[in-house]
């Protein structure tokens, strides 16, 4: 059975512990969501299995093990219901044309430097809708 989809929750994946603990604030205090945090991929996809399934799922590009794009993969192959939102502190084109290629990828945007910014970025984040929400 899969866990049903929490309308009020979003994981952050991010291996930097400091950002990814920044980032809980930020949403917790700007927004009505229950966050859960996961330091990589594979943490990300054991708090997935446990459920309830959040809405969305915010990761990290670049982590050790598997990337912010695989762990795109494996979400949406494994919960297809769950969108799922990249961010980066290193966007170029290269890695333009990788997201490019990943539709599963609903979201993507550069890590901003302020709090302001990030409650933007992260507000659009949240407005995403399920993949089985049509």
Known sequence: ???RTDHRHIL??????????????????SFPVRVEAAADAREALRKLAEGPLPQVVLSDLRMPGMDGLELASEVH??????????????????????????????????????????????????ALPSACLA
């Open 12 to 29: 952050v994946v991010e291996d930097d512990e400091d950002l990814r603990e920044a980032l809980r604030r930020i949403l917790e205090v």
């Open 77 to 126: 192959r494994r919960h297809p219901c769950v969108a799922f939102a990249l961010m980066t502190a290193f966007r170029d084109a290269d890695i333009e044309r990788r997201v490019d290629g990943h539709p599963e990828v609903a979201a993507f945007f550069e890590k901003p430097h302020e709090v302001a910014a990030w409650q933007r970025a992260l507000g659009r984040v949240i």
């Open 1 to 3: 059975m899969t866990p």
